[in-house]
């Protein structure tokens, strides 16, 4: 089945160039995406009774338990000539429990509650078995196998987890924790949904962060299978999905995940799913890949259905039965689990033909509405937004996209693809870039300036100075590239403040800062980064020996008060507090009055807060004139060289500033104030501290 062809209404084009004249050349391709993405809705509407009814496939397919004890299970095979049900209930019997096919290649039947598998008979290759492809629990047995069982999972009443808060409201100042569960213990193991629960969340909750981005939570390929060593990086963070309905079991149980859910809101604390619509596992045996025996029922046929990067499949998301898999998987985990909202992987793939393989963006309109563009690919995140946005008004959708696709956070009804943020890709990049080529007196602040604030106008972004990227093998974190070993021998109060040690704190508190108040209308950090994880991030493999060492968090540098990660720790606090005050991002963005490329001096105002970063590597400055727009009397309210996060304490914290009315840097008055080498300053109007 296809899109319907019935007439649709056309796209008012007149707020997409009041928003962007520059776009107009290119509403043939914006018009041409809206008619595709209009008449699948309206396919939806027709046939499927529209998103309410269509994206409750996981009600229908799969195994599914009734009130009377009977169990059905559905399952879409087009490719099948024959399928029975087995598992433990029949004694694995092939040929006992023979289900029945539809007219649309959908098979079912009726069956008692054991574990469950489907045996088909399909054409050339005979009889093949699979684990269902809505299957809700999958487990493994690693002693047997890294492939998964699936596992029929409908416990009693009396042990399903009963939820006892109410989603927070959706927030204006999105400050994300991006977590993986099973780092964040710090033994050598694998962390659970209990630990988390109880040890991390806290820990998240007391620095000031208001969501968390949970990653690797669908279930997910193993991580130390020889075959996937060099693709470490999607395994281990969860991005080669085998089930796509199933939590993982490395962690705990489903209702262990729901009460971390349920006790997160709880702290007012939204959570998001990082999910993985952009590719899924090639494994056959405990994967959808070749499921009814060809290799093109989820995926494209050929190579249009293979990232050859990613060695994974590729969706086809002009496919109707593929389209009702994947909206009722977003719709699966937002009822079954109370998700709040995603952090869509793998946009740029999905968003264009070349899947951003070998190619670069400059930002040329031409690149986002020609034949590079996958128009099945952006129609599909088109109409998933438009569902999860019409049946959950206050979720929260993040595109993860290095392109800089046009309207990629713009509403779907007056012609954009419907995320509400992008993530800035190019921010951490540069600090990198920076921290690798570049020596201090050399960092260019307009470059900076210009990165942080090169965004689409009313598109909002999420900034970051780093991500789970960066904390892996192969690459540095921020505090690895600014400090590197001697974090293993000065990082303790007991030992001398080496020059090195010096420079990392200030420098790691000023990026992470700058990056908050001038990058973006929301905030991301991994965990561990906030107080300078002293080590990289490595999941058990073969070329590790399969060891843990590296895959866990160490809590307790932070919490030992001898060492100095707690002042990193502490000055991020003070971060996400003083946002949670001020609000700066939802504001709009700062006006940067002052760029000094002698001086080294960033100046900014955002939020009626005055931000002053001094970059210079030796030379401080006395009575600094900044230009400032709202005359009054300022003080400072956050000072990274305050002794609680590692400095020197030379800024008197009672000191008032009063402003003279005397137009400085196109600013209506200025105030003087004194700024030490690698120190950034807030200050606020008295009246609101």
């Known amino acids: 089945m296809s899109a319907s062809t019935s007439t649709v209404a056309k796209l008012d084009t007149k707020p997409i160039i009041k928003m962007d004249p520059y776009l107009e050349p290119n509403l043939p391709g914006i018009e041409k995406r809206w008619e595709l993405f209009a008449k699948w809705k309206a396919t939806i509407d027709s046939a499927e009774g529209g998103y309410e009814k269509f994206s409750r496939g996981y009600e229908r397919f799969g195994l599914q338990a009734y009130d009377d004890g009977t169990i059905s299970y559905r399952e879409w095979a087009p490719n099948a000539v024959k399928a029975n049900l087995v598992g433990d209930f029949n004694d694995w019997n092939r040929s006992s429990h023979q289900m029945e096919r539809d007219q649309y290649g959908v098979w079912s039947i009726i069956i008692p509650p054991k574990a469950p598998g489907i045996s088909m008979i399909v054409p050339s290759l005979g009889r093949i078995e699979r684990l269902p492809a809505w299957i809700k629990r999958v487990t493994q047995d690693l002693s047997v196998s890294p492939a998964y069982d699936a596992r029929f999972w409908n416990p009693p009443a009396d042990q399903k987890y009963t939820f006892k808060n109410s989603r927070p409201k959706k927030l204006e100042c999105l400050r994300i924790y991006e977590a993986h569960v099973g780092i964040s213990t710090p033994e050598h193991r694998v962390g659970t949904y209990k630990e988390f629960t109880k040890d991390t969340l806290p820990r998240i909750h007391k620095l000031g962060y208001n969501a968390i981005q949970l990653m690797a939570i669908m279930e997910h390929a193993y991580y130390a299978s020889p075959e996937f060593e060099r693709l470490i990086v999607p395994i281990a963070f969860g991005y080669q999905v085998n089930s796509f309905f199933a939590a993982s079991s490395r962690y705990g149980t489903p209702e262990e995940l729901k009460e971390l859910i349920d006790t997160a809101h709880g702290l007012g604390i939204t959570v998001l799913l990082d999910v993985v619509h952009s590719h899924a596992s090639k494994n056959v045996l405990d994967g959808l890949n070749s499921f009814d025996g060809t290799d093109h029922q989820y995926f494209h046929e050929g190579g249009k259905g293979r990232h050859e990067l990613w060695d994974s499949r590729l969706f086809n998301y002009g496919h109707h039965e593929v389209l009702r898999f994947l909206l009722s998987n977003l719709r699966f985990w937002m009822e079954e689990y109370q998700f709040d909202g995603f952090r869509f992987d793998g946009v740029t793939s999905m968003m264009y033909v070349h899947h951003g393989i070998g190619t670069g963006f400059s930002g040329g309109y031409h690149e986002y509405f020609g034949d590079q563009v996958d128009l099945e690919g952006v129609v599909y995140l088109m109409i998933a937004n438009d569902m999860l946005h019409t049946l959950y008004p206050n979720t929260i959708t993040i595109a993860e996209d290095v392109s800089g696709m046009p309207l990629l956070c713009v509403p779907v009804p007056i012609g954009g693809v419907g995320f509400d943020y992008r993530l800035s890709m190019a921010v951490p990049d540069m600090w990198i870039k920076l921290l690798k080529e570049k020596k201090d007196e050399d960092w260019d602040m307009g470059n900076i300036v210009h990165t942080l604030t090169n965004r689409r106008w009313k598109e909002k972004s999420i900034a970051y100075a780093e991500s789970h990227d960066q904390a892996l093998v192969g690459d540095k974190t921020l505090a690895f590239w600014l400090m590197d070993k001697e974090m293993y021998t000065n990082m303790s109060d007991l030992t001398e403040m080496t020059p090195i040690i010096s420079r990392g704190l200030a420098l790691h508190k000023m990026i992470r800062l700058l990056v908050h108040a001038l990058g973006g209308e929301g905030y991301l950090n991994f965990e561990g980064n906030e107080f300078g994880h002293p080590e990289w991030l490595d999941f ?44 700066w991002l939802e504001a709009d ?85 004194y700024i030490p080498s690698r120190v950034c300053l807030v200050l606020a109007l008295t009246s609101t501290i």
Not at 550 to 578: C, G, P, S
Request: charged share 25%; no cysteine.
């Open 589 to 673: 963005p700062g006006y940067v009055s002052l760029k000094h490329e002698g001086d080294k001096v960033i100046v900014f105002e955002r939020a009626g807060l005055l931000f002053v970063f001094n970059f210079h590597h030796t030379n401080s400055f006395t009575d600094y004139r900044v230009g400032v727009d709202v005359a009054g009397d300022y003080k400072i309210v956050l000072s990274s060289d305050d002794k609680q996060y590692g400095g020197w304490d030379r800024v008197d914290l009672t000191t008032t500033f009063v402003t003279t009315a005397l137009e400085w840097n196109n600013r209506k008055n200025f105030l003087q104030v």
């Open 540 to 583: 058990p493999r073969e070329g590790n020996g399969n060891s843990f060492q590296y895959a866990r968090r160490q809590w307790n540098v932070v919490d030992d008060q001898l060492l100095r990660y707690k002042y990193l720790n502490n000055f991020d606090a003070a971060i996400q507090h003083l946002e949670e005050k001020y609000h």
